[in-house]
């Protein structure tokens, strides 16, 4: 069955710190792929998606991620994170095979130091 | 234009009891998800509905049903509460193809007592 995978559930970074969250999936076939966040108290927003083209997209905020197709992982990052970055990062993926699915990954609480 | 809009935003109920939540998918969006959000358990994937009809079930009992009306308006039944039914649902609208993003409303938190 397809399924998302987002291996760190829990990270703390102090500001300025690096930040990559991974993200891996388990399909063969053509994914179109998004990161969306949930800031506390408000709901979810898109972050950054991937249809097609260049493997790396700007998202906002400063955000990026990297699709790396060999690697099946769209994975997160951001050079220097702020304090107004700590909330809850949901990878997702969606498909269409034969039906279609849209799938999340179980989430990662990220809480930034100030 | 107007987000999706979920109703009522909180909700207590007792074991047992039945709820119906309901959710207003943007002006255009055919497809409409529902999910339950617990913490550790992330996102958990309860139905999906499009044109009226469902498209794709997760992995939830039968006391979790929906349904969508002929203006994408989505309804999702909880029958029979249980204490673990607690948490937050969620509803999303699309377009209803993979490659458009899933706008989300801002859920209903539900508690069971």
């Known amino acids: 069955a397809q399924s998302v995978s987002q291996h760190n559930h829990h990270v703390i970074l102090s500001e300025a710190a690096s930040l990559e969250l991974g993200c891996n999936y388990s399909?063969?076939?053509?994914?179109?792929l998004f990161w969306y966040v949930q800031y506390p108290g408000q709901h979810l927003q898109l972050l950054l998606k991937?249809?097609?083209?260049?493997?790396l997209v700007k998202g906002i905020k400063g955000f990026e991620a990297e699709f790396i197709k060999s690697k099946f992982s769209f994975n997160l990052r951001k050079p220097s994170v702020q304090w107004s970055d700590t909330a809850e990062y949901f990878c997702?993926?969606?498909?269409?095979?034969?039906?279609?699915?849209?799938?999340f990954g179980t989430g990662t609480r990220l809480k930034v130091l100030a | 234009k107007a987000g999706v809009t979920q109703t009522p935003r909180y909700l207590i109920k007792t074991r047992g009891q039945q709820v119906t939540l309901s959710c207003s998918p943007i002006s255009g969006h055919r497809s409409v998800s529902w999910y339950q959000q617990t913490p550790g358990q992330g996102l958990q994937f309860l139905f999906e509905?499009?044109?009226?009809?469902?498209?794709n079930k997760g992995n939830f009992p039968g006391r979790f049903s929906g349904r969508q009306f002929s203006n994408s308006r989505s309804e999702m039944n909880v029958s029979t509460l249980e204490l673990g039914d607690s948490a937050l649902y969620l509803c999303a609208s699309s377009f209803g193809t993979a490659n458009t993003e899933a706008f989300f409303g801002q859920g209903t938190r539900l508690t069971v007592v």
């Open positions: 399909y063969g076939g053509t994914v179109n």
């Open positions: 997702a993926v969606s498909i269409t095979s034969g039906t279609y699915k849209y799938i």
């Open positions: 991937y249809f097609s083209g260049d493997p």
């Open positions: 509905y499009f044109s009226e009809t469902q498209r």
